[in-house]
């Protein structure tokens, strides 16, 4: 879960000069990390006043994806700007 930490601590800024709107990740990952995933992002990728980086943007879990063996394996995640509420 280290690496998958460190990658969407970077993911803003690896997407910040995509032309999409909306940049979409997708990860492969160990099984039970798609549940880990889903309970870090709120805490620490909601809010870049909350967690000290200016790059303006969130990152949203968007879903599971199974393997053929039936297993959550895949991970898609979307990088949004952060909308402040003024």
């Known amino acids: 879960m280290d690496i998958i930490r460190d990658i969407l601590q970077r ?6 000069s995509s032309e999409q709107s909306s940049p979409t990740c997708w990860m492969e990952v160990d099984p039970t990390h798609p549940n880990l995933i ?7 990728h909601t809010n870049s006043d909350d967690n000290n980086n200016n790059n303006n943007t ?6 599971t994806v199974q393997d053929f063996c039936g297993k959550d394996r895949f991970v898609q995640l979307r990088i949004e700007p952060y909308q402040t509420t003024s």
């Open 11 to 16: 993911l803003p800024e690896w997407c910040r």
């Open 38 to 44: 889903q309970q870090y992002l709120p805490i620490h």
């Open 58 to 63: 969130s990152i949203e879990y968007v879903q």
